[in-house]
């Protein structure tokens, strides 16, 4: 079993149809001992609480607790003005591999940094090519399963078990800049349609994706 897609959907918001596999999981792990284990905790989670429940946990857990968001770039950028061009930049490397998270599903309500997604992303690349994804990404992933250690989550495993897949160690994140949304939302909003995200095209072209704020002097010279 692919570990980025296998991280993937158990990160992701839980429905019935994840309550449903978790059997499935566990014969599927028979083969990986050490990572059934590792799991275990989670899966024995999942299957024994009332989906309602495991959603409102969800909820609480990543989306109104800002140090645990599952959007990698805003523990970088926050809302700052890199944000938006960086959003940007990680799509442009989904689309330029193959990988259409925005052409239909459930996944276009999300952004391209939402780690679910991006886990996905890395499932379908070569291991090579999704080894040096992870490694520029572990410093997030590591900041923030640290914080959900504080609060006993279940979902701290899932931090850990991909900070060990990670080949890097871990460098302390700054504390991310603040600003106002709508400037990002000009940038990175809804289609017309709804179906797509609204794309500002940027002469540049698409730029390498940074998983580190950038250092003011950096800044002043892109000015």
Known sequence: MNPYRLYSALLSYPEQALQDAVPEIRDALQASPDTAQALSPLLDHLASHPLIELQE???????????????????????????????????????SRGFEPFSGGEAVNELPDYLPLFLEFLGQLPLEEAQGFLDDAVHVIAAVGERLARTDSPYTLLFTQLRALATVAPLPLAEPPVRDMDELLETFGPGADGSEPLLKPRPAGPQPIQFHPRRPQDAQAGH
């Not at 990543?62 to 809302?79: Q, V």
């Open 57 to 95: 946990a969800y909820v609480a857990t990543f989306d109104r607790s800002p140090s645990h968001s599952l959007h990698l770039f805003e523990h970088i950028h926050g809302e700052s003005r890199d944000r938006g061009p960086a959003l940007v930049d990680l799509l442009h490397e989904y689309q």
